[in-house]
């Protein structure tokens, strides 16, 4: 687990004093260590990426872009890299600085980092406007000072320019890119003018193992109407309201997490959808759990045991 802090003191101007606590579950080390140099400023979410490593330690990772000295502008793309010690070393207090390497890919002038993740010993950085780039351990841990990145962009009608973004807002409001299971999934969640029931749900999946062409596949479209029909939605008394913030479990294979609001305002639903193996036939709502909540208008934060089935979590 990675958590950024930022410290503040009245006395001095300046910058904030920014640290990243680094919490291993595994081996119970406690980190605490310096944001990235001035050299270097990241890009999208300032989270980094931690990537295990042979001998049990881990790496963090974060994508941006460092100083460049001739433009004296943060226009050359790179890598910022930690490496904590590994458990047999925990004793020691010292560790790598960052290092920053210089990495390579095509399309890389607008892309803006919403989500970092693990896949298939692949370091995965995603844009929900545009695509993902990724690499692998090997190349990012034990390359050269250059690392070379692929790159797959999103279907062509799901893809934003920009400026685009900026009139729409919070992008995980309506879509997420994240592991479930073994592949990589896209959500797209598309309200419509013509109401709710018409909203349109889209599921893309991307298989980073296939040595052959990597591009995205369709798993599923439904409309929320769709949903509204089964039994399960009405036995339940869930709202028939606009599905918000997409949520992917790797854990959960095949399963699409929704909230829906409730009409009042005061709670809302996550609901769980089978749409993995839901091919030639309708989606199946597997869970609901009701969370009350005063408020569904940014990100939501959950308890770790909130997906297992229980009673009302306030």
Request: proline share 7%; with cysteine.
């Amino acid at each position: 687990m990675v958590i950024r802090l930022a410290f503040t003191a009245h006395h001095i101007t300046g910058p904030l004093r920014a640290y990243y606590l680094v919490y291993d579950s595994a081996n119970a080390p406690l980190f605490m260590l310096p944001v990235q140099s001035p050299q270097f400023r990241s890009i999208g979410t300032s989270c980094p990426l931690p990537l295990p490593r042979e001998d049990g330690g881990y790496t963090l990772a974060l994508l941006g872009n460092r100083l460049c000295p001739a433009t004296d502008r943060y226009d050359s793309p790179a890598l910022c890299l930690w490496s904590l010690p590994a458990p047999s070393d925990i004793s020691q207090n010292d560790m790598d600085q960052c290092v920053v390497k210089g990495r390579h890919h095509l399309n890389d002038q607008s892309f803006n980092v919403h989500m970092a993740f693990s896949c298939n010993g692949n370091a995965v950085w995603g844009d929900l406007t545009q695509g993902i780039m990724y690499c692998s351990y090997s190349d990012l841990l034990k390359g050269g000072d250059i690392v070379n990145f692929k790159y797959v962009r999103l279907p062509e009608k799901h893809r934003i320019t920009y400026h685009q973004a900026l009139m729409m807002g919070e992008m995980h409001f309506h879509r997420n890119i994240g592991l479930v299971g073994n592949s990589i999934w896209f959500v797209s969640i598309t309200p419509s003018d013509s109401g709710t029931g018409h909203t349109m749900v889209e599921v893309w999946t991307l298989d980073l193992t296939k040595e052959e062409k990597r591009e995205w596949a369709t798993l599923i479209v439904f409309r929320m109407q769709n949903i509204w029909e089964l039994d399960a939605f009405n036995k339940k008394g869930l709202p028939k309201s606009l599905p918000r913030f997409p949520i992917l479990r790797q854990q959960d294979d095949g399963v699409l997490y929704m909230l829906l609001p409730d009409l009042t305002g005061s709670k809302c639903y996550l609901v769980g959808i089978d749409v993995g193996r839901s091919r030639g036939k309708w989606p199946q709502i597997v869970s609901s759990r009701c969370l009350a909540l005063p408020w569904m208008r940014r990100p939501v934060v959950l308890p770790v045991d909130f997906f297992e089935p229980r009673g009302m979590v306030e």
